[in-house]
């Protein structure tokens, strides 16, 4: 099933003199459970890209699909709710909230959601599980490493089984060790079916995706297959 597919995807800012096309043009279509890099320079259009695909913004032009619903124009309530259901976001500065405990950090998109009180905490118990946090869950983010911190912030992104994870530059404030640990966890939730489309301006980071996309002055220019070690293309 295809997840992500955008089309002639344009966003600009401003009139006349100031204005700029933050994003021109940009098919992409993503199917469900690749893993896909989103790669450029400062002002590429990586964060415009970022915002559109997130719900977080809307387009100028052109057309967005999110699991096979048409997301271009949708307003209100309907925005919100898209978002909730079908969206996990992973931030480079983990946005938990530093005077709740992980549990309650990773129950919170499931309070949005109204879901009630035990089956909040048994899918939040279950989601840090998922991540290697099981004996955290009581702990709140100044007690926990950098690391442990961005796992709490993927269970959150993933309580409520969306069928998108957005992160941006999820390994950006972790030192080599804790990074490798969240990119082995990104392979894990790959593998078992998650599709995510990570922002990012680390190679390494980059090469860890099946494929990527380069972004310059809002445009596409170069969509690459990631290779194996073997040097052989997927």
């Known amino acids: ?33 690749e893993w896909v890099s989103v790669v450029g320079t400062s002002g590429s259009g990586k964060s415009t890209l970022m915002g559109l695909l997130g719900l977080l913004d809307t387009p100028t032009s052109g057309s967005y699909s999110l699991n096979g619903r048409d997301a271009s124009h949708l307003k209100g309530g309907e925005l919100a709710r898209a978002r909730r259901e079908l969206i996990g976001f992973v931030f480079q ?22 879901v009630r009180g035990a089956e909040r905490r048994r899918r939040a118990q279950e989601a840090l599980e998922r ?41 950006g404030n972790l030192d080599t060790k804790s990074g490798e640990g969240i990119l082995e966890l990104f392979d894990e939730l790959k593998a078992s079916g998650a599709t995510i489309v990570v922002v990012t301006h680390d190679p390494s980071v980059a090469d860890r995706g099946d494929w990527s996309v380069e972004l310059k002055d809002g445009r596409v220019i170069d969509d690459r297959t990631a290779k194996d070690t ?4 997927r």
């Open 131 to 171: 991540v290697g946090l099981s004996g955290r869950t009581r702990h709140k983010p100044p007690e926990l490493s950098g690391g442990q911190m961005q796992r709490v912030a993927i269970a959150r992104a993933l309580v409520n089984g969306p069928a998108l994870v957005l992160a941006d530059e999820p390994t």
């Open 93 to 114: 500065s983990y946005n938990l909230l530093p005077r709740q405990t992980a549990l309650s950090n990773v129950e919170l998109p499931l309070v949005y959601a109204g």
């Open 230 to 233: 073997t040097g052989v293309a």
């Open 1 to 33: 099933m295809r997840v992500i597919e955008t089309r002639g995807l344009t966003k600009v800012f401003g009139k006349g003199e100031s204005r700029v096309e933050a994003l021109v043009g940009m098919n992409l279509d993503v199917e469900q459970g």
